[in-house]
Nanobody, 121 residues
Framework: QVHLVESGGGLVQAGGSLRLSCAASGSIFSINRMEWYRQAPGSQRELVASVSRSGGTNYVDSVKDRFTVSRDNAKNTVYLQMNSLKPEDTAVYYC???????????????WGQGTQVTVSS
């Protein structure tokens, strides 16, 4: 069984910073891509940032130059450093990891429980 646990959300003023963490635990052979999504009330969930196993990153245009995604493979953890936060960044943030439990078997996606980020103006 694999579990993803997120932490680091909260309430911050516009212009402030937060750092989200998402740690995977359980029987894990390898983790491929790690992703951060967010979902604001009344909106669809959107992909915010991703990091490949080798460290390559991608971002949605609205967070480029403000957010940084990184990973620690030894800890099975992905981070999202969010700077210069804006009220429109307010959402529930979810991590997603593509995990192989057993060598030679399939890779499946797992989701964190979500953490609320609220940015006040």
């Amino acid at each position: 069984q694999v579990h993803l646990v997120e932490s680091g959300g909260g309430l911050v003023q516009a212009g402030g910073s937060l750092r989200l963490s998402c740690a995977a635990s359980g029987s894990i052979f390898s983790i491929n891509r790690m992703e951060w999504y967010r979902q604001a009330p009344g909106s669809q969930r959107e992909l915010v940032a991703s990091v490949s196993r080798s460290g390559g990153t991608n971002y949605v245009d609205s967070v480029k130059d403000r957010f940084t995604v990184s990973r620690d493979n030894a800890k099975n953890t992905v981070y999202l450093q969010m700077n210069s936060l804006k009220p429109e960044d307010t959402a529930v943030y979810y991590c997603r990891m593509w995990i192989t439990i057993t060598q030679g078997r399939g890779t499946y996606d797992y989701w964190g429980q979500g953490t609320q980020v609220t940015v006040s103006s």
